[in-house]
C-alpha cells in the first residue's frame, strides 16, 4: 500500500482523508503538479516549483509549503514508496470551509489543502509506445480561456480522452478558431523540412515543463524552432508530430483524424528529441 502525504502527514493511502466541503472537491478551486521520477530521481523538480507558484499567484492562493520543504517530501515519498520510476502527483486547493459558499475564505481561516502521491511506473523512459506512436484525433477546444493555470478542473480534457478512445485513438488535439492549442494533457509539436513547429505560450495553453527543456535542447542542437500557430491540416502535412508532457517525454503522432503523417510511423526528429531530452534530463535530475 502506498504512502501519501496530506497536510503535513504521511499516511497509508486509505487513511488519507480530506474534508468533503474541500473547495477542491466542490469547486475545482485548486491547482496540480504532475513530476516525473527516473532512477529515483526527480526531473525537472525546479520548472515545476517555479510553475506551482505561478499557478498559485494566478488565483491568489497561498503556498502551504516552501520550495525546499516541497522538495523534502518529494523525496521522502519517493523513498517511502521505493519509487525508481514512476510520477508524483501534487494538488494544492484552497481548502475546506466549513460550507459550501461562492466566494473564497479567508486564507487565515480555512489554510490550503495539499496532497501529493506517487504512481509507480517501472521502465517509464522504456515506453514501447514511443517506437510506435500514438493516433490523435481533433475535437473542439471549448475549456475556459486561463489554460496557463494548471487547474484540477479536468473534465474537458477526460471527455476528450474517451472521445480519442472511442474513435480507436489514443488522444485528442484541440482547436480553437481553426488553430491546434495543445493535446488534453500535453502540448503538440509538427516538424516540417526539419523545423520544429509548435504554438507559441500564451494563456491559450499550458506552459509545459518538458516543452521548455525540449525547446532548449533543440536550439542547442542546432534544430530550428518556430513558435507559431497551425492547422490540423498543416500537421496533417507535415513530416512528423509529437507531443511532450512530464508523462510521456517526447512521444511521436504517427496519425490524425486517420492521416497518416509522413509514413505513419515515427521520423527522425522526434525519436531523437527523445533521446536528448531523457539524457539530459537524467544528468540534472535531484
Ligand atoms: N499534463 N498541456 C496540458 C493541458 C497538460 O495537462 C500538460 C501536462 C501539458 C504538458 O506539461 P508538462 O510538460 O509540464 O507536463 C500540456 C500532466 C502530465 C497531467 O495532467 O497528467
Known amino acids: 500500500m502506498r504512502t501519501v502525504y496530506v497536510n503535513g502527514e504521511y499516511l ?3 487513511e488519507a482523508k480530506v474534508s468533503i466541503f474541500d473547495r477542491g472537491f466542490l469547486m475545482a478551486d485548486g491547482v496540480y503538479e504532475v513530476t516525473s521520477v527516473l532512477d529515483g530521481k526527480l ?3 525546479d520548472g515545476h516549483a517555479v510553475r506551482l507558484s505561478r499557478s498559485l499567484d494566478a488565483l491568489d492562493m497561498a503556498s502551504p509549503v516552501t520550495k525546499d520543504e516541497l522538495l523534502a517530501i518529494n523525496r521522502e515519498l ?13 494538488q494544492v486547493t484552497r481548502g475546506a ?20 502521491f506517487t504512481q509507480d511506473k517501472p521502465g517509464l523512459a522504456d515506453n514501447p509506445v514511443a517506437l510506435k506512436g500514438i493516433k490523435v484525433i481533433s475535437i473542439d477546444d471549448i475549456r475556459w480561456g486561463r489554460r496557463d493555470i494548471k487547474t484540477v478542473q479536468l ?8 472521445m480519442a478512445k472511442a474513435a480507436g485513438a489514443d488522444d485528442a488535439w484541440m482547436v480553437e478558431d481553426g488553430f491546434v492549442t495543445e493535446g488534453t494533457s500535453n502540448n503538440a509539436y509538427i516538424v516540417k523540412n526539419g523545423k ?15 516543452r521548455a527543456a525540449v525547446l532548449r535542447f533543440a536550439k542547442e542542437s542546432q534544430m530550428v524552432v518556430e ?25 511521436p503522432v504517427v496519425e490524425i483524424d486517420g492521416e497518416k503523417i509522413g509514413k505513419g510511423t515515427p521520423g527522425r526528429v522526434a525519436p531523437r528529441l527523445r533521446e536528448i531530452y531523457l539524457e539530459e534530463s537524467r544528468k540534472v535530475a535531484i
Open 78 to 90: 519517493v523513498t517511502l514508496n521505493d519509487i525508481t520510476d514512476g510520477m508524483i502527483y501534487l
Open 97 to 116: 470551509p466549513n460550507d459550501r459558499d461562492f466566494a473564497f475564505p479567508d486564507p487565515d481561516e480555512t489554510p490550503s489543502t495539499i496532497v501529493l
Open 196 to 210: 520544429i513547429i509548435t504554438r507559441e505560450l500564451s494563456t491559450d495553453i499550458l506552459h509545459g515543463i518538458t
Open 155 to 162: 473534465l474537458y480534457p477526460s471527455m476528450g480522452k474517451m
Open 43 to 45: 526531473i525537472d523538480f
Open 12 to 14: 497509508p493511502e486509505n
Open 227 to 251: 513558435e507559431r500557430n497551425f492547422t490540423i491540416q498543416e500537421a496533417q502535412e507535415a513530416d512528423e508530430a509529437f507531443i511532450t508532457s512530464a508523462s510521456t517525454f517526447v512521444m
